[in-house]
């Protein structure tokens, strides 16, 4: 990997970038919502993990829009 890192230094810093960011990812939904899934079914469990995700996404955006003072515009209903 050292060779490899020598030589192709901008494709390799590309993937470690991308690892990086799913790395800080995972670490801020454990961080929030903690470490285990309690669901038993399989499919549960995928739920649980999806919602997790969406939520820290969710959550991100919304301290965003309170840290920049950001006005939302939501679309007017027909």
């Known amino acids: 990997m050292f060779h490899y890192y020598s ?13 990086s960011n799913v790395e800080t990812a995972f670490s801020m939904i454990k961080a929030k919502f903690g470490e285990k899934v309690r669901s038993k079914n399989p499919i549960a469990q995928m739920n649980e993990v999806l919602c997790k995700g969406t939520l ?3 959550s991100c955006l919304i301290q965003s829009m309170y840290e920049l003072e950001i006005q939302p515009e939501f679309w007017e209903a027909k």
């Not at 030589?7 to 690892?19: G, I, V, W």
């Open 7 to 19: 030589y192709n230094k901008d494709e390799f810093m590309r993937h470690y970038h991308k690892r």
């Open 56 to 58: 820290s996404q969710s």
